[in-house]
């Protein structure tokens, strides 16, 4: 199964200031149709897990355009340009080129 | 409005059974393929099992394969996991999720999530 690995599991950040969180895979998650399945989810306190990015850097709907995803081939970064007391919880990637669909372990962003 | 909820889960001795449910709307469920995703306590996300549009196929984790089956009823807009010989390791809270048919996992919405506590 591809591993997939966050750093750091926890991110303590200054309300305003900027949020990064690397996820990086241990095979290449480029498919055969040149399409790389990386989605980044949210899970605020108490809640169910939320899309926010899907395909390396598609915002689902309604979902703050402080929020961005980068990357390519095994090395992926989701960034909150401004983190706002709404977006405490945990985030985490996941991979759905190859089978089995497989996620990291996630990384809890506090506020400091 | 996509909406999923699922039920079933609670208190279960080791080697016992639990059958949970997760109830959909607001999408053609047979559209899309419907997954089941735990989450230990104090753990990462763990996918356990899929089943396709059509319920014709079905996929399970190593953890899980010959104990749990995976069904769905496309009458009823609901999808069903079949717990039997429950194990300390499958205490989780179980989510349900889905993905258009035919296409790479991606999970596109969550339940809630049922709580699962395998103890005697």
């Known amino acids: 199964d591809v591993v997939m690995t966050q750093s750091p599991l926890s991110l303590p950040v200054t309300l305003g200031q900027p949020a990064s969180i690397s996820c990086r895979s241990s095979q290449s998650l480029v498919y055969s149709d040149g399409n790389t399945y990386l989605n980044w989810f949210q899970q605020r306190p108490g809640q169910s897990p939320r899309r926010l990015i899907y395909?390396?850097?598609n915002r689902d709907s309604g979902v703050p355009d402080r929020f961005s995803g980068s990357g390519s081939g095994t090395d992926f970064t989701l960034k909150i340009s401004r983190v706002e007391a709404e977006d405490v919880g945990v985030y985490f990637c996941?991979?759905?080129?190859?089978?089995?669909?497989?996620f990291g372990q996630g990384t809890k962003v506090e506020i400091k | 409005e996509v909406q999923l909820m699922e039920s079933g889960g609670g208190l279960v001795q080791p080697g016992g059974s639990l059958r949970l449910s997760c109830a959909a709307s607001g999408f053609t469920f047979s559209n899309y393929a419907m997954s089941w995703v735990r989450q230990a306590p104090g753990k990462g996300m763990e996918w356990v099992s899929a089943i396709s549009g059509s319920g014709g196929s079905t996929y399970y984790a190593d953890s899980v394969k010959g104990r749990f089956t995976i069904s769905r009823d496309n009458s009823k807009n609901t999808l069903y996991l079949q717990m039997d010989s429950l194990r300390a390791e499958d205490t989780a809270v179980y989510y349900c999720?889905?993905?258009?048919?035919?296409?790479?996992?991606?999970?596109?919405?969550w339940g809630q999530g049922t709580l699962v506590t395998v103890s005697s």
């Open positions: 996941m991979q759905g080129t190859h089978w089995p669909p497989t």
């Open positions: 999720s889905l993905w258009p048919e035919g296409y790479t996992p991606s999970f596109d919405y």
């Open positions: 395909k390396v850097s």
